[in-house]
């Protein structure tokens, strides 16, 4: 069984500081006391303002399910899509570095992944793959052979001593 980790010190229940004072000092984001909240939740809480986290996550589901009901759910879908692509614009060299990095220091996470969505999506991938085949095959056609023929020139240039 995979042990539940909160915060970005990863910390388990075990590990989390007991009170407010002594993770906020050790630079934890997260603290955990044993004793139930106001709603009977036994769960950790946030250093930052002391709620339990299982109540604010009962809360967000809340306020979530009322926002998408209401009338202008696809306005404020379109609006946090559009913020979401003017954050990138203004910070995609440091996202896509930080992605990078991930993805390099996660291979193992990453490899995993691709494998699941390509035995997941097999029969989508081959259908796609076809229909490239099919669109752009003179274009392919035409690739394939100047690439044979640049590697024969090659070839004949090594051989003849003209290459070096």
């Known amino acids: 069984m995979i042990e539940k980790t909160y915060g970005p010190a990863k910390l ?17 984001s997260h603290f955990f006391t044993g004793k139930p909240c106001k709603n009977n939740h036994i769960a950790h809480r946030a250093v930052k303002h002391g709620r339990c986290m299982e109540c604010l996550r009962i809360r967000s589901k809340k306020a979530y399910a009322k ?9 404020l879908k379109e609006e946090r899509r559009i913020k979401k692509q003017q954050f990138y614009k203004e910070n995609k060299e440091r996202i896509d570095r930080e992605n990078k990095a991930w993805r390099t220091s996660n291979k193992d996470k990453m490899d995993k992944y691709y494998k699941n969505y390509y035995d997941d999506n097999l029969k989508e991938i081959r259908a796609r793959k076809r229909k490239y085949y099919e669109d752009n095959q003179e274009k392919l056609i035409k690739y394939q052979r100047d690439y044979r023929k640049s590697v024969k020139e090659e070839k004949n240039m090594i051989e003849d001593g003209d290459f070096l």
């Open 12 to 28: 388990t229940i075990e590990q989390m500081y007991s009170n407010r004072q002594d993770a906020d000092a050790a630079g934890h």
């Open 67 to 75: 926002l998408k009901n209401s009338p202008n759910w696809e306005l």
